[in-house]
Each structure stands twice: as structure tokens, then as C-alpha cells.
């Protein structure tokens, strides 16, 4: 599983968080890391627009890699997909304030203040490296891929 000393370090080498979800957990669904990586660089920070926790993004991605319905008309494949998104969605919010990226994080990295914030009060380490881990870790014991 991911290391969470390594997660702000991963952060200052441009990897997000929806990268290293994804990344973590892509590579045991079939999909390489760099590919992984690829498909998740657009959904670090909310998408930098105050949007769901790149963590979370990452985590349904994988979730969608394994058991995402992709047969046109299989609604029970749909439905059965969507119970699992919410069994995640409701663990990951039993542990961090909610699924979007401001709430993760009790503020707004879109603006100087909430900037100030994450660096004053080490939210990185605080908060960002511990949604990260739990997010792979939940897929995972989700997926029993431990």
C-alpha cells in the first residue's frame, strides 16, 4: 500500500493525489502505473477547481477499472457498480469531512487564504497524505486485493 511519509514527496515531484491512487491500486486492476498516472493528472486538487478530492477521484477510477459497467443496457451491471461507489463514498466520509476537495481539507486551495492555510498548518502531511492511503486502502479491502 502507499506509504504515507511518501505521499507530500510524490506531491513536490507533481504527483497528485488522484495520480497515486491510482497508481497504487491500477498496476493490481491491470492497468500500468504510467498509464495510471496519465489518466489521473487532471484530478489532483478538485481539479484545481475546488472539485471532488483527487483521492477519491482516483479511487472510483479504479473501482470503475474493476467493476464499471460497460456493456450498453446492463443496468444491473450500472446498479450493481453504483452500490459499490457509494459503499466507498460512505467510508471514505466516515473518516475525512466529505468527498470534495475543500471539505477534505476544511478549506479552499484556490485561494490565498486557504494556500496560507494548507502551509501554516502542514495540511499535506495532515490530511492530504492520510485521504490518499485511505482511499487506495479502502478499494482494496473493497476489491480483496490485499
Known sequence: MIDEQQVPVLFSEGINCCMQVLGELGPRLGLDQ????????????????????????????????????????????????MELKREFEERFQERFAGLSCPEVLGCDKRTQEGRLKIAQEGLTWKICAPAVCAAAEIVAEMLELD
Open 34 to 81: 504510467k498509464t495510471a498516472y496519465r489518466l489521473g493528472a487532471a484530478f489532483g486538487g478538485g481539479m484545481e477547481q475546488g472539485g471532488p478530492c483527487g483521492a477519491v477521484s482516483g479511487a472510483l477510477m479504479a473501482l470503475g477499472l474493476a467493476c464499471g459497467n460497460c456493456e450498453p443496457g446492463d443496468l444491473a451491471a450500472k446498479a450493481g457498480f
